[in-house]
């Protein structure tokens, strides 16, 4: 019988600490906060989808250094990537941000072409306009 030991963190109080703290503004503990969550959830969606860095990497076509980066939680991501990071991942950007349960990976399709194609289906008259210009 093996029992599952549940490891909490310790605080951490030093003068040093304490000072490094007071020196950051309520934005910038705001924004290190959001980054954080975000490259959490991130990496929640990547390990729902049976993925670990690598593959996921090979998924978004970046080095797996690169992936690392994203889930340090220091990224500054632009909207570019995270619009190919929710489209590889086959969610909305929103969700990314967002506090509900992320969904099994058994509904959210994970094969290579076919939220693609949904997209494609869903903005086809957008894609035939631009190509009769």
Do not use: C
């Not at 109080?13 to 000072?19: A, G, K, R």
């Not at 705001?30 to 049976?50: F, H, P």
């Not at 997209?119 to 086809?124: A, D, L, N, P």
Request: no cysteine; hydrophobic share 30%; charged share 25%.
């Amino acid at each position: 019988m093996t029992m599952n030991k549940v490891t909490k963190a310790r605080k951490y109080n030093s003068p040093q600490l304490q000072e490094l703290l007071e020196e950051i503004t309520p934005l910038e503990m705001e924004q290190t906060k959001v980054k954080m969550q975000l490259s959490a959830r991130i990496e929640d969606y990547m390990r729902n989808k049976g993925w670990n860095k690598t593959q996921f990497a090979e998924q978004v076509r970046k080095n797996p250094s690169e992936i690392t980066k994203w889930l340090s939680g220091t990224q500054n991501f632009t909207v570019d990537v995270l619009t190919e990071i929710a489209f590889t991942l086959g969610v909305e950007i929103a969700n990314l941000f967002g506090r509900q349960q992320i969904q099994d990976s058994k509904t959210i399709s994970s094969k290579p072409g076919v939220l693609k194609r949904k997209y494609q289906r869903k903005y086809q008259h957008h894609y035939n306009t631009h190509d009769n210009l």
